[in-house]
């Protein structure tokens, strides 16, 4: 029982990281049906960044987080101007393929900066662990857990309920309907994109902290792509649990699965829920049950 | 469109591939260049032709998949690998010969590609780019993980025969691969020409009228699939017999997007776009290749990263400006260029 609440624990610290990074995904797609495939380089950057400053420069921890989440934002913002708004009115294959293409470059980008020597944040959380149900915890991972899940609430919370966020609402739901009404859907479009680089940074700060910052940061901030399938592409609740449901059962998955087929379980789990959902349940949990006929 | 002056009497004039005698001309004359390439090429020419008639073949399956029929696949690189992977345990394990292990494989991932192409019957678009990812994960997971692939070391096979003809310098390779392509793009080119392929492009512009006009849309998405996936195993198996090792490293999810690459470049939807592309983008790997000891050279401070980070920036680069700037690739610039030749020095 004690390996369940770990891995419980370890899923759910994980997961809260994939919530808040889905939450960016989502937003992007909420806004403006561009799906981010690029959301893994996003993270892996965003962490990158904050490495630099904090290790290579020696800024302190505060300041070196911050022009992360700036970097990220701004990131965001190149992307949108450069990729995106060129390809509005264009097939949705030939986006799917643009976001793919961008995040060649960006990882491209990132390995030439960084190399792809794997590295880690100077410990900044306190060590040590608590008892959970006969189970240890970390205090750090406690710590992202409440981190992501505090991060993910609020930006949540602005962009379902908030009045400031109303005309991003209206975007959402119906491009003319919302220019018509006034709203400046380009401007939406580009905030949306800052929103998600920033909370990718986030992502990847938290990840960094848990695992350490290398090269296979895309590979885990790709695994966003399922969790927010599986919560429902349109539903901000959605990508919150989807991100955790995820987490939490690919942590099971690597304590339980493993052990029978010899390893490794958790690179692919994540998509065979993913097809699982599509085939039988394909708007998710939460998501619009759109009736599309085929 | 042809030129003014170019007119078809019958039927047969009219669906004619090779229509002038210049056209003859110059198909006969490349073919022969073809056929004697090896007795005057290199090795490094050699093994380079090969590597392009298997991104070839590969890019045609994409074509019938993306290109005629509108599926998109993003786990391209993985189908080739269950059909190298096919084919190499038939031959290595099993002790059937490669002509048959050859068309086995190529059927063994169309099956694969069935069964990741299922979905497709109730989702499409940006929900079939995800299931074919999840593919591409799926399957580079069962190779890492079978007894009988060898696991995270891959495993060996023999060399492709023919009878008692073993298939195992370069050039004779280069025979096999190349007729294998010329059939390959045979098949491609008649396919398109047919009932089936006019019902994919059906499918492709716009599923509900297809079905409303009598085209079985589920039918032919699954065709689409099995042909596209076929043509990806064929290539799968010729890459194993000619490296006589395959391994799971060798299919990741960089090359199935560079296939999609590939089509982008050359041209969404066209035969002409696939091959090109294919030919282009082979064409960047060797000019990186080539390039990358001398941007090291250029900038020491970056040094060892150079040579990992080059070519994934490259690749989104060039897909990238392709899509801004020229989303119908490298065939409409050659119909544009050719027209405007033709109606040089008058626009109209």
Redesign the interface.
């Known amino acids: 029982m004690s390996t369940f609440f770990h891995l419980l624990a370890n899923g759910l610290a994980v997961g809260g990281i994939y919530a808040v990074v889905a939450l960016g995904f989502t937003l992007i797609f909420k806004a403006t049906k561009v799906f981010n495939f690029a959301v893994g380089e996003f993270l892996c950057i965003g962490a990158f960044i904050i490495y630099s400053c904090t290790v290579q420069f020696r800024l302190p921890l505060p300041v070196g987080i911050l022009i992360g989440i700036l970097g990220g934002g701004f990131l965001g913002f190149l992307c949108e101007r450069l990729c995106v708004r060129p390809m509005i009115g264009q097939p949705i294959l030939s986006i799917i393929i643009m976001t793919l293409a961008l995040s060649f470059f960006l990882n491209g980008a990132a390995i030439l900066v960084w190399g792809s020597m794997p590295a880690s944040y100077p410990a900044y959380l306190p060590k040590g662990s608590f008892e959970v149900a006969g189970a240890s915890v970390g205090k750090d991972i406690m710590f992202c857990f409440v981190g992501t899940l505090v991060i993910g609430a609020a930006i949540g919370f602005y962009f379902e309920r908030a009045k400031g966020s109303i005309p991003m609402r209206a975007a959402a739901e119906d491009h003319q309907v919302a220019q018509a009404a006034g709203v400046r859907v380009k401007k939406i479009s580009t905030l949306v994109w800052i929103v998600a680089g920033v909370v990718c940074a986030v992502g990847g700060l938290f990840l960094g902290t848990i695992r350490g910052v290398d090269m296979y940061l895309p590979e885990f901030g790709l695994k966003v792509v399922p969790a927010v399938l599986v919560g429902g592409l349109e539903s901000i609740p959605g990508a919150i649990a989807g991100g955790l449901i995820i987490g939490v059962l690919e942590k099971l998955g690597s304590g339980y699965i493993n052990p029978l087929v010899g390893g490794g379980i958790e690179t692919a789990i994540a998509y065979i829920i993913m097809i699982i959902f599509l085939i039988f349940r394909p708007y998710g949990l939460f998501g619009l049950k759109k009736i599309e006929r085929i | 469109m042809p030129p003014c002056g170019v007119y078809s009497r019958n039927y047969a004039e009219d669906m004619a591939i090779v229509r002038t005698p210049f056209q003859w001309g110059i198909l006969i004359f490349l073919l022969l260049l073809l056929a004697f390439f090896p007795s005057f090429a290199t090795y490094y020419w050699l093994t380079l032709m090969i590597f392009m008639c298997i991104f070839v073949i590969n890019t045609l399956g994409l074509h019938i998949l993306?290109g005629c029929a509108?599926q998109?696949s993003?786990g391209h690189s993985a189908f080739m690998g269950v059909g190298a992977y096919t084919s190499a345990i038939l031959t290595a394990k099993a002790g059937i010969p490669f002509l048959v292990a050859l068309p086995l494989a190529g059927i063994v991932t169309g099956l694969v590609g069935l069964i990741?192409g299922?979905?497709s019957?109730?989702?499409?678009?940006?929900?079939l780019?995800?299931?074919t990812?999840?593919a591409q994960?799926?399957l580079?997971?069962v190779f890492?993980?079978l007894e009988i692939t060898g696991g995270t070391n891959g495993m060996t096979c023999p060399f492709a025969s023919i009878g008692p003809l073993v298939l195992d310098t370069p050039a004779k390779i280069y025979w096999l691969t190349m007729a294998v392509t010329g059939v390959m793009i045979f098949f491609t080119l008649n396919l398109s020409r047919t009932r089936v392929g006019r019902a994919l492009i059906a499918v492709r512009d716009n599923?509900?009228a297809a079905?409303v006009l009598g085209v079985d849309?589920v039918y032919y998405k699954l065709l689409a699939f099995f042909i596209g996936c076929f043509f990806t195993g064929i290539a799968g198996s010729l890459w194993a017999h000619y490296l006589t090792s395959v391994h799971p490293d060798q299919f990741p999810l960089?090359n199935s997007?560079l296939y999609?690459?590939a089509i982008?470049v050359g041209g969404?939807g066209t035969l002409f776009g696939a091959i090109t592309g294919a030919i282009v983008m082979r064409g960047f790997d060797e000019a990186i290749r080539i390039a990358t000891p001398a941007l090291a050279d250029l900038f020491p401070t970056?040094g060892?990263?150079?040579a990992?980070?080059?070519?994934?920036?490259?690749?989104?680069?060039v897909?990238?400006v392709f899509?801004?700037f020229e989303?119908r690739g490298l065939h409409h610039a050659w119909e544009r260029l050719k027209s405007s030749i033709r109606l040089w020095p008058f626009a109209y």
Request: no cysteine.
């Open positions: 993306l509108g998109i993003l990741f299922f979905p019957v109730r989702v499409k678009g940006f929900y780019a995800l299931v990812l999840g994960f799926i580079v997971y890492e993980h599923d509900l079905e849309v960089y997007i999609l690459g982008i969404i970056l060892a990263n150079i990992p980070a080059i070519g994934p920036m490259v690749y989104g680069l897909i990238m899509l801004i989303p």
